[in-house]
């Protein structure tokens, strides 16, 4: 049984010249090599925005919802970060 499909993609000329340096520098052996790493890449960051939105968005959202006295007002995050900067040589 076959394990790859054959797909025919078009791509904006920047993009499909960028394709072509790669495999011309040898850093991958085909084009293909180059869409499929890109592919990982994006199923990567995927992944860990899933993981960003489970792990930390919902639990803090949850948390606010739960005790709203937690907010901070937009005045106080930017007297906060002023006073962070402040801090800086």
Known sequence: ???TQ???ITLPNDMAE??????RSGEYASESEVIRDGLRA???RDRAVESWLLN????AYDALK???SRAVTIDQVRARLAA??????
């Open 66 to 68: 739960a005790d709203p």
């Open 6 to 8: 054959q797909m025919s």
């Open 42 to 44: 994006l199923m990567a």
């Open 18 to 23: 960028e394709v072509k340096a790669k495999v």
């Open 84 to 89: 962070e900067h402040a801090k800086k040589p």
């Open 56 to 59: 930390q968005v919902g639990p």
């Open 1 to 3: 049984m076959r394990t």
